[in-house]
């Protein structure tokens, strides 16, 4: 292993990087998921009036395994982007958030968190992922439209329809009539 290597917590080829603290962590991400999905069996998954105590822990372990899964895999063995990159713009697409996008993305679940009350699930959720992808994360309008419809009224949706999970409705009159 070469001394850049040690510093930098990198091995493999030239062409590809191998984060190992990437890998370690994706490593146990992976172990709390499952640890968590084994823990809400025992709970019990269902019940005569819906989804039981265990249903969401063993969902969200079950997910949080599976994304943890397909990280350490892209950690494991991914293409070196800096040194192949075709643009300056594509090697800085490996930049990790800076801390103006994390204190803002902090301040926007705050104001999530007070809006929700207010403006409903849907308007709050729509708005906040509206705000991120557009405007933290710069992406494009038709994609930033698609995931907040469907990260906002399609979630709603899935809760109050199929998983008879009720969540919060608007507490202005007029938006709570429209059914928001």
Do not use: C
């Not at 395994?65 to 800096?82: D, F, M, T, Y």
């Not at 439209?145 to 809760?159: D, K, M, R």
Request: zero cysteines; hydrophobic letters at 55%.
């Amino acid at each position: 292993m070469a001394p850049e290597d040690l510093r930098t917590g990198t091995i493999g080829f030239p062409e590809y990087v191998r984060s190992i603290p990437g890998v370690v962590a994706a490593a146990l991400f992976l172990l709390f998921g499952l640890a968590t999905a084994v823990a809400a069996i025992p709970l019990g998954l269902w019940t005569p009036l819906g989804p039981g105590p265990g249903f969401f822990p063993l969902w969200t372990g079950l997910i949080v395994a599976a994304a943890s899964a397909v990280w350490g895999l892209g950690q494991w063995r991914r293409p070196n982007i800096v040194e192949h990159a075709a643009t300056p713009e594509a090697a800085a697409a490996e930049v990790p958030a800076t801390p103006r996008q994390i204190i803002t993305t902090l301040v926007s679940l705050l104001a999530l968190a007070a809006l929700l009350e207010v403006l409903g699930f849907q308007l709050s959720v729509f708005l906040f992922l509206v705000f991120q992808l557009k405007f933290v994360a710069r992406r494009s309008w038709l994609l930033t439209g698609i995931l907040s419809l469907a990260g906002s009224f399609g979630v709603y949706s899935l809760f109050s329809n199929v998983l008879s999970v009720p969540l919060s409705g608007a507490g202005i009159p007029f938006l709570y009539d429209l059914g928001l």
